[in-house]
T-cell receptor, first 114, second 115 residues
Framework: KQEVTQIPAALSVPEGENLVLNCSFT??????LQWFRQDPGKGLTSLLL?????REQTSGRLNASLDKSSGRSTLYIAASQPGDSATYLC?????????????FGQGTILTVHP | NAGVMQNPRHLVRRRGQEARLRCSPM?????VYWYRQLPEEGLKFMVY????????ESGMPKERFSAEFPKEGPSILRIQQVVRGDSAAYFC?????????????FGSGTQLSVL
């Protein structure tokens, strides 16, 4: 059974810092890995998607890497801003399926203070 | 192009009542997924549906819960005889295809509170 773990559970940083969020998964046979952002009372917004054959993806100040063999992914946020404050979720599709049956981590609650 | 629409946003029910949650996928999407987020827990997959078919319901509780996605109209998640433990945020997501799916598009969720 796939399990996804995110570390740290919560992170508070001053504006402008670069930061790294970690995600690990127990079964390396994944189809893809996605990073989402969840704002309070709102749905999930997909940030980055990494296919199992890829090593990293970048979008603006965000960079996500994937090491499938070790079961790890990191989300790097450069020059953090107060607007980045949210819960960040890592999720994988695997277990022999390639449809949208995601296994989520518990999330990292990020607070960026001015 | 409107996103995934869920209603109601908030639903309050008393124990023993029925809850019906609705989800309209994005235009052109025929694959719908329901997820549940219990307090202090992560999001958990419940069910995957295509039009008129349940493809994977491995995450659905065996009793009281059912889901449908009719040929016409929204997908419905139905919870009969609700209990306090059903209180959670229920999210719907959609995609344009099944196998080989990439991004899922999520709705804003329905917050169910059982009194």
């Amino acid at each position: 059974k796939q399990e996804v773990t995110q570390i740290p559970a919560a992170l508070s940083v001053p504006e402008g810092e670069n930061l790294v969020l970690n995600c690990s998964f127990t079964d390396s046979a994944i189809y893809n890995l996605q990073w989402f952002r969840q704002d309070p009372g709102k749905g999930l917004t997909s940030l980055l998607l990494i296919q199992s054959s890829q090593r990293e993806q970048t979008s603006g100040r965000l960079n996500a890497s994937l090491d499938k063999s070790s079961g790890r992914s990191t989300l790097y946020i450069a020059a953090s801003q107060p607007g980045d404050s949210a819960t960040y979720l890592c999720a994988v599709i695997g277990g022999g399926t390639s449809y949208g049956k995601l296994t989520f981590g518990q999330g990292t609650i990020l607070t960026v203070h001015p | 192009n409107a996103g995934v629409m869920q209603n109601p946003r908030h639903l309050v029910r008393r124990r023993g009542q029925e809850a019906r949650l609705r989800c309209s996928p994005m235009k052109g999407h025929s694959h719908v997924y329901w997820y549940r987020q219990l307090p202090e827990e992560g999001l958990k997959f419940m069910v995957y549906l295509q039009k008129e078919n349940i493809i994977d319901e491995s995450g659905m509780p065996k009793e009281r819960f059912s889901a449908e996605f009719p040929k016409e109209g929204p997908s419905i998640l139905r919870i009969q005889q609700v209990v306090r433990g059903d209180s959670a945020a229920y999210f719907c997501a959609s995609s344009p295809r099944g196998q080989g799916v990439e991004k899922l598009f999520f709705g804003s969720g329905t917050q169910l509170s059982v009194l």
